[in-house]
């Protein structure tokens, strides 16, 4: 059966991309009769998701397409606080950011599910019940009603049968409402204008942030570059604001004009929005994981939405992979929920600071905002009392239940830096060494397991191997690589940082996630049924996160 997706956003098509990936076929559930391409909310694409979408073959594509921004910078009034540059980075690596507008994403990630024959998608199709079956082999029923053709009254109802269902329907998800689920959390009284304005600016390419500019006195405004000279502003506006208002009494156009000066420019989108800090209280029932905004919603400052719905995605493709091949074991599911819930809360709580400073509500947070933008102007060794956002990186899955801790990782929590101790919990291996010959570490993983070694490696560096499963429960072979490091053009860096540079192994997930560092071949087994969910459930608790912000 295939897996069933709803949602024909980035998240969903990346979904059903990835799990093409795979081998396993799926149906995408869209209720719009069309793509629109009008209008983007989301624009900035972070390094690792580019290394996610390079998979389904536009990570490239998007890079080379889009705006590269190195530096940030953050302004109270006139003063300049806070100036973030990022390093150079090597030919082989994305950047740490590329801004390109979603609707420019979503009509690429169209043309190739469009080449994709194990996906089949269903404009038109909205969602209007869900049932699901696990006697016997089990199964995910989707009804849906479809719009007539031409447009018009009628349309008829249809009902779709997949092994799982993956509900990337959006902040409204009809799917979360079936399953019954609460979408605890906050709103935010002050609203937001988006506008894209084309227009030739006297500065480079920078994401530019300012706190009270005279301009848009006691609140602020937020300018990102996008392709082909478009800048997007972000002004925040109180209560009650009403776009059509200012478009017809000339309003808009002074509010642009106040960032552009005289300059010649085009009008080309314009929104305005409330911010929304939300979560489900689990991302899997039964067959149905949510990901996306179907799960968690966010406000876009540290680029985090779109971003995290990405990375859910791709936790959820492999597991679901896995499953439907028999390698998956009983809680290997269950970890989507764990580490993807965790991920959630841990955005949310880095976005929901943001938030708290650029919009306080009480006393305390409005004397903690202006002791710290204060704090900046007179003392620049103090600049992280002011927030503009953090910006986006994987979240460290802590206490992860298909990791295999080791006796030496008491208290170590991170990946490695230079110097550093080496990483006994899960980690995002990137941005990696570049390989001989160019390239990224990354796309060495997945879709199996992958183990790295200083071992010398076969031709290529690869030796294809299987690893059996044990009588007491495993079910069945798990598609194992084998990479040695030697091969790696690092000069030894990331062997003596994993700690294998004279011995052992490091076992890594499809998604470039860490699921164990061992000190010899023999654990290896075991560590593999973990990994795919065939060991017992360690009771961790609620897991805990650490997202990568500076």
């Not at 956003?9 to 076929?25: E, F």
């Not at 880095?350 to 202006?370: A, D, K, N, Y």
């Not at 598609?479 to 994993?498: F, H, P, Q, T, W």
Request: hydrophobic share 40%.
């Amino acid at each position: 059966m295939p897996v069933i997706v709803v949602g024909g956003g980035p998240v969903g098509l990346t979904t059903a991309l990835l799990l093409a990936r795979h081998g396993v076929r799926s149906i995408v559930l869209e209720s719009a009769p069309a793509r629109r391409t009008v209008g983007s909310r989301s624009i900035c694409m972070q390094r690792d998701v580019l290394d996610v979408l390079e998979r389904v073959g536009l990570g490239e594509r998007i890079a080379g397409t889009g705006v590269t921004w190195w530096t940030g910078r953050t302004y109270f009034r006139e003063h300049e606080v806070l100036t973030i540059t990022f390093p150079e980075q090597p030919a082989a690596a994305f950047p740490p950011f590329t801004n390109i507008a979603q609707s420019t994403v979503e009509r690429m990630l169209d043309d190739r599910v469009a080449a994709e024959p194990l996906i089949e998608v269903r404009w038109g199709h909205t969602v209007t019940g869900l049932q699901q079956d696990d006697s016997g082999s089990g199964a995910v029923v989707v009804e849906a009603t479809t719009a007539p053709d031409p447009p018009g009254p009628g349309g008829s109802d249809v009902s779709v049968c997949g092994a799982y269902c993956v509900a990337a329907d959006g902040a409204r998800s009809v799917v979360r409402g079936l399953l019954g689920l609460d979408f605890p959390g906050e709103s935010f009284d002050d609203q937001f204008l988006i506008a894209d304005v084309r227009v030739r600016l006297p500065f480079a390419a920078e994401r530019r942030f300012f706190f009270d500019p005279s301009w848009n006195p006691g609140r602020q405004v937020l300018l990102h570059p996008q392709p082909d000279d478009v800048w997007r502003i972000d002004w925040q506006v109180p209560r009650g604001f009403d776009l059509d208002a200012e478009r017809a009494n000339g309003a808009l156009d002074r509010r642009i004009r106040m960032v552009v000066g005289d300059a010649d420019y085009e009008l080309l989108w314009a929104s305005a929005y409330r911010f929304h800090q939300r979560c489900v209280p689990r991302m899997r029932v039964g067959r149905v994981l949510l990901a996306g905004d179907a799960a968690h919603v966010m406000s876009p400052f540290g680029a985090r939405g779109l971003n995290s719905g990405i990375q859910d995605a791709e936790n959820a493709a492999w597991k679901i992979a896995q499953e439907l091949t028999g390698h998956g074991g009983p809680s290997l599911l269950d970890s989507y929920d764990a580490e993807r819930l965790a991920a959630a809360r841990e955005n949310l709580a880095v976005t929901g600071s943001t938030m708290r400073f650029l919009v306080p509500r009480t006393g305390v947070e409005r004397e903690h905002r202006h002791v710290g933008r204060a704090a900046a102007v007179h003392d620049r060794a103090a600049p992280t009392r002011v927030d503009s956002g953090k910006l986006a990186q994987p979240v460290w899955y802590l206490d992860s239940p298909l990791t295999t801790p080791a006796p030496s990782a008491q208290g170590e929590a991170f990946p490695p830096t230079p110097g550093g101790a080496r990483p006994l919990l899960p980690c995002v291996l990137g941005p990696g060494a570049p390989l001989r010959g160019g390239g990224r570490l990354r796309r060495l993983f997945g879709p199996g397991l992958t183990v790295l070694t200083s071992a010398p490696g076969s031709s290529a560096g690869f030796a294809s191997v299987s690893a059996a499963g044990p009588a007491n429960g495993w079910g069945g072979w798990a598609s194992v690589r084998v990479v040695s490091i030697g091969e790696l053009a690092d000069g030894g860096y990331l062997a003596e940082a994993l700690g294998i540079a004279r011995g052992g192994v490091a076992l890594v997930r499809p998604d470039g996630h860490l699921a164990a560092v061992l000190e010899s071949e023999r654990e290896l087994a075991a560590a593999i049924r973990r990994a795919t969910g065939w060991a017992p459930a360690r009771n961790v608790g609620v897991i805990r996160s650490a997202a990568r912000n500076g």
